[in-house]
């Protein structure tokens, strides 16, 4: 089992750039698929991006491609999302999943373990 601890959120203006971090505790961090959602009020868990065990492959939604980086430090239990070129419509909670089966997901009920999450607001 394990933990996810999400930090790095706030409110910053459109083009800005935030870096979120995901801690997770134990000591098998470098046996899961990890993956970054974000979520709006009312709407659907949305897939950001995912980090794969299968070569170490990265995969992101359409939406934050070219933007965001998913990148992890298994040394300290950690995943980051590095958000640059922010949009007001970026606006949402983040949350980062993990799971130790399969590979990288972008279905939100493929993954066992979740954050608590943080917000993200993007000014206009």
């Known amino acids: 089992q394990v933990q996810l601890v999400e930090s790095g959120g706030g409110l910053v203006q459109a083009g800005s750039s935030l870096r979120l971090s995901c801690r997770a505790s134990?000591?098998?961090?470098?046996?899961?698929?990890m993956a970054w959602f974000r979520q709006d009020p009312g709407k659907e868990r949305e897939f950001v991006a995912t980090?794969?065990?299968?070569?170490?492959?990265?995969y992101y939604a359409d939406s934050v491609k070219g933007r965001f980086t998913i990148s992890r430090d298994n040394a300290k239990n950690t995943l980051y999302l590095q958000m640059n070129s922010l949009h007001p419509e970026d606006t949402a909670v983040y949350y980062c999943?993990?799971?130790?089966?399969?590979?990288?997901?972008?279905?939100?009920?493929?993954?066992?373990?979740w954050g608590q999450g943080t917000q993200v607001t993007v000014s206009s």
């Open positions: 134990g000591r098998t961090f470098s046996m899961y698929n």
């Open positions: 999943a993990a799971r130790n089966r399969g590979v990288g997901s972008r279905y939100a009920d493929d993954y066992d373990y």
């Open positions: 980090f794969s065990l299968n070569g170490g492959n990265t």
